[in-house]
């Protein structure tokens, strides 16, 4: 295997590792469910990317062939995550959580019609 190809693909490696340490920090370390979205769905989400991208080259250079695999699980990967952070951020808003104050504004909202009465009780707190 070319010495460049051995770079690139350390460096794709060292990268996504990187990336998802820092994804995995700002979901521990992040005050609000709404700023823990941001740790898994951009962070974590480059660094699986670029793990996946450096696998890919590694086994074409290996097998000579290209593996299209791992292409697919990367733009899999792409297309869901930001998918499920809006879901999860939308779920949020509808069950009102808290945010923190220490933020530049307040999130927006959902629309009136969208909220009952009530929020929608926390499975922690049981129906009362």
Do not use: N
Not at 4 to 15: M, R, Y
Not at 31 to 60: E, N, Q, V
Not at 113 to 122: D, L, Q, R
């Amino acid at each position: 295997m070319p010495f460049l190809v051995e770079a690139l693909i350390s460096l794709l490696l060292i990268a996504g590792g990187v990336f998802v340490f820092i994804g995995s920090l700002g979901m521990a370390h992040l005050r609000d469910f709404y700023m823990r979205l941001h740790g898994p769905t951009k962070a974590t989400t480059l660094g699986i990317g670029c793990m996946l991208i450096a696998s890919m080259g590694y086994f074409w250079s290996v097998d000579g062939k290209p593996d299209i695999q791992e292409l697919l699980i990367t733009l899999f990967l792409f297309i869901t995550a930001p998918v499920s952070a809006h879901l999860l951020a939308k779920t949020g808003l509808h069950m009102q959580l808290k945010h923190t104050q220490k933020t530049q504004g307040k999130p927006v909202e959902l629309r009136s019609e969208e909220v009952g009465e009530k929020p929608v009780p926390h499975p922690d707190k049981g129906h009362g």
